[in-house]
């Protein structure tokens, strides 16, 4: 794609939450591979499973876009740069539409992004049990902001052919372009908390296919394809710079955990890492027994819990990785990443699995949410992302919490959920900063940076020796 940002480009929304909007982006996505096209994948929000899905359907890594932490201008560069190549991008919104960081604006929303984009919009909703209904609902959403336009409605849980007619001859303002029928087969595989990632043991390639192969018999392909081309042209050639223009790079080696147990990275994060002279280098938490030879470590978020048992019995990694922070080596721990510093994992039925030790706290494993939501932080003193005063943005999502909680251990974060009061957060121990928040570092390059400088720092450090 040039700079100009005229790539097709369609955003699947929907009517709230388990309409199917993520069936019907994964099916399209495969439908439209499928006729040999090159598709680039898209999620709203900040989502780290979805993603999966559509990665698996296109054959090529998914990108979030999230207009509370990113930011119009980030949002466009992301788009631009991972869209290059593509003849069409699909970008799956999240929850309802208009649904976003505030109740009353578009902040956050899948709407804002579609706005942002010049995409059109597909529209998912539950049409079981509903005929002329349809009408209202694509009469409502048509008027509620002239400034979103639609390509058509997708109506999902269809009892029938002739249930998919009544609806497209009720709904005149919006047109019911697609569907699907009620198949309970077709449900992605759920867990505790929430969907599996889609690898093929839980999500195998033929599930994709049958996918696929619904798409392409219930949707109108053509005038899909024809909506995202008619997407309004956007000038997005300032927005498309490297986001590392201007800065000397640092040469520097990054371990970043990536197994079952740690997947949770935003992919802008680490090209941001790369851009800035970082060499990325992935390991296994589970399966290798050390970390490689590297300047400094990242751990992501994902489901330690689920693994604790296979992560304590590699007492040589956990030894290697707790060696590395006593040398004084950079250590980036998010979430699940938290988790592995602390003392031990206790799952739901009481078990306790021992880990690295850093945090004398362990984390407590429950059967509800302890944390959800968008975050803002600022350091309250220098950290390995930088000097105080270093300003992010990001969100939690968690089952987990720290007990006994660690009252007197060094907290670098004054944090404020966006939904709800200030908390001190951000576990600085030593060279290990470890946290609850999935940071993205669009809100802040300087956060991703300062990780950078630290890690280059640590590599001469070594050196000197």
């Not at 780290?48 to 990113?70: C, E, F, I, K, Q």
């Not at 059109?120 to 609902?137: C, E, F, K, Q």
């Not at 058509?152 to 569907?179: F, K, Q, T, W, Y």
């Not at 589970?286 to 990242?298: C, K, M, Q, T």
């Amino acid at each position: 794609m040039s700079s100009n940002g005229n790539v097709p480009r369609i955003v699947v929304s929907a009517t709230g939450s388990g309409a199917g909007k993520t069936t019907v982006t994964v099916g399209l996505i495969a439908a439209l591979r499928a006729r040999g096209m090159r598709v680039a994948a898209y999620k709203c929000g900040p989502d780290y499973l979805d993603p999966t899905y559509h990665a698996r359907a296109a054959g090529a890594v998914s990108h979030n876009l999230d207009g509370w932490m990113m930011g119009r201008a980030a949002v466009a560069a992301t788009f631009a740069r991972t869209s290059a190549n593509a003849e069409i991008a699909v970008i799956e919104g999240m929850m309802g539409l208009f649904d976003g960081a505030t109740p009353t604006g578009d902040e956050g929303s899948t709407a804002e992004i579609a706005k942002w984009l010049g995409a059109p919009v597909l529209l998912v909703t539950d049409a079981s049990g509903m005929a002329r209904t349809v009408a209202a609902i694509a009469h409502g959403f048509a008027h509620f902001d002239p400034a979103v336009k639609f390509a058509g409605l997708i109506c999902n849980r269809l009892g029938s052919r002739r249930h998919l007619d009544l609806l497209r001859e009720a709904s005149r303002e919006i047109p019911v372009i697609g569907g699907l029928p009620a198949d309970a087969a077709a449900a992605f595989p759920g867990r505790h908390l929430g969907l599996f990632a889609a690898d093929e043991a839980h999500v195998p390639s033929a599930s994709i296919e049958s996918w696929a192969r619904h798409v392409g018999e219930w949707f109108d392909l053509d005038a899909i394809v024809a909506a995202a081309r008619n997407a309004s042209a956007i000038d997005f050639a300032a927005a498309s710079a490297d986001t590392a223009t201007g800065r000397a790079k640092l040469p520097c080696r990054i371990g970043v955990a990536w197994d079952e147990a740690f997947h949770f990275y935003y992919d802008d994060n680490l090209r941001r890492l790369e851009s800035l002279g970082a060499e990325l280098v992935r390991f296994s938490p589970i399966h290798d027994a050390e970390p490689p030879a590297v300047d400094g470590l990242y751990f992501g978020g994902g489901y330690p819990e689920a693994h604790a048992r296979e992560l304590a019995e590699n007492r040589t990694m956990l030894d290697a990785v707790a060696a590395m922070h006593r040398r004084g080596a950079p250590i980036y721990a998010e979430c699940g990443g938290l988790m592995y510093f602390t003392r031990g994992i206790r799952t739901l039925d009481g078990a306790v699995f021992p880990m690295a030790g850093a945090i004398p706290a362990e984390a407590v494993m429950h059967d509800r949410l302890q944390a959800l939501g968008y975050v803002e932080v600022e350091t309250t003193q220098p950290t390995l992302l930088g000097a105080a005063g270093l300003r992010f943005r990001g969100h939690q999502f968690r089952y987990s919490t720290l007990e006994p909680a660690p009252e007197g251990l060094n907290r670098a974060y004054a944090a404020r959920a966006r939904r709800g009061g200030p908390f001190n957060e951000g576990f600085a121990v030593g060279s290990l900063l470890a946290t609850y928040v999935h940071a993205h570092w669009a809100s802040n390059p300087e956060a991703a940076a300062g990780f950078v400088a630290s890690c280059a720092a640590a590599r001469a450090r070594a050196a000197g020796r």
